[in-house]
């Protein structure tokens, strides 16, 4: 991101990919970039109310961070919580623009590429505030897949249709198939 002028006017970008639909917001009025509107209010999910700095983790902690929105009536408000936009993907930026012509200058630098993690909603009297907590893809590097078995309904759960498990049932130990015998 190189600054052009003397006077440097910073702008975030944030976009949410949804599974029927794109959020593009800014941190105030609305601009362009790439031929996409980003504005400071959307639809459903409102105008954002405050932003946590995106933290690097050390140890078994993936990045993330939280949003919290301010949507516009209590029905957009639970309609955020929708579960298929979880795993939906955040990007984040930080550029510059032309207050002129409204535009972008240059490449904005992406900050942050995370996915939606968790959704709460708080309501209290007058006021709708929803929590949108994102964390980036490694946080699945430290998943423990626990439930994982050699058995014919884990089997059948991963390769609907497969039968070969249905039959290995009541045997003192099981052997991954094309798994190196040691003995």
Partial sequence: MAFTGRVIHPVALMEITLP????RL???????????????VDEDFGTV???????????DEAPGGKVTFLPRNTA???ALSDPAFQNSRMKFWLGEYDPVTGHVVGTPELSADLSIDTVTLKRSRGQR?????????AKRL??????????????????????????????????????????
């Fill in 20 to 23: 029927a639909r794109t959020v």
């Fill in 49 to 59: 109310k405050s932003a946590e700095s995106f933290e690097e983790k050390t140890g």
């Fill in 142 to 183: 430290f998943m423990v897949m626990r439930g994982n078995a050699l058995n014919d309904r884990f089997h059948q759960q991963c390769y609907p249709g497969e039968l070969g498990m249905v039959n290995a049932t009541g045997m003192p130990r099981s052997t991954a198939w094309g798994a190196d015998n040691p003995g």
């Fill in 26 to 40: 800014c941190d105030g009025g609305f601009l362009y970039w790439g031929g996409n509107l980003f504005d400071c």
């Fill in 129 to 137: 505030e929803v929590d949108i907590e994102f964390e980036s893809a």
């Fill in 76 to 78: 957009d408000a639970a």
